[in-house]
């Protein structure tokens, strides 16, 4: 055997580095939304020779929503993970975040659907981010069953 074993789950594992990698994507996350203004007008002077006029104010009307939504799936994320170090990955509680998330997704690609922003990406990513909606309730569900048949077996026992 060459290396390490790579513990997934638990204190000292990558699921304990992505729960604290999370507050650094949150940090720089709320740092961007609130730049957001400026970040737009810097690429709009660089990628559309300062044209946006109008467009400006219609992709903030995306990108603002967009960003608390990613802010969102990122706190549950979080919080999800959490609950996976402390030994507890199937709850309904965890079901319930999953489906938050869905529901951020949808909400996220919806905005992109949209039109608003003048681009062509814009509807691609607006239905990967559909699929996500409807692969994060598939997911919700699961979890929610989990949790179920755990506590059926908790009670058997």
């Not at 638990?10 to 650094?24: D, Q, R």
């Not at 709850?91 to 997704?105: D, P, Q, T, Y």
């Not at 990513?125 to 692969?135: N, T």
Request: proline residues 3%.
């Amino acid at each position: 055997e060459i290396g390490m074993k790579l513990n997934i789950t638990g204190k000292s594992s990558l699921s304990s580095f992505l729960e604290k990698l999370c507050w650094v994507f949150l940090l720089a996350g709320l740092t961007i939304t609130v730049a957001l203004p400026w970040i737009l007008d810097y690429y709009g002077r660089i990628f559309w020779h300062g044209r946006l006029g109008t467009d400006y104010v219609r992709i903030l009307f995306v990108l603002y929503p967009s960003a608390l939504m990613a802010l969102t799936v990122i706190w549950q994320l979080r919080k999800i993970l959490v609950n996976v170090n402390q030994g507890n990955p199937f709850s309904l509680e965890n079901a319930r975040r999953v489906k938050i998330i869905s529901f951020c997704c949808m909400m996220v690609g919806l905005l992109f659907l949209a039109g608003i922003v003048p681009s062509l990406l814009a509807p691609m990513l607006g239905l990967a981010f559909l699929f996500l909606s409807a692969l994060s309730l598939v997911l919700s569900e699961l979890v929610k069953q989990a949790a179920i048949y755990k506590e059926e077996n908790d009670l058997t026992i």
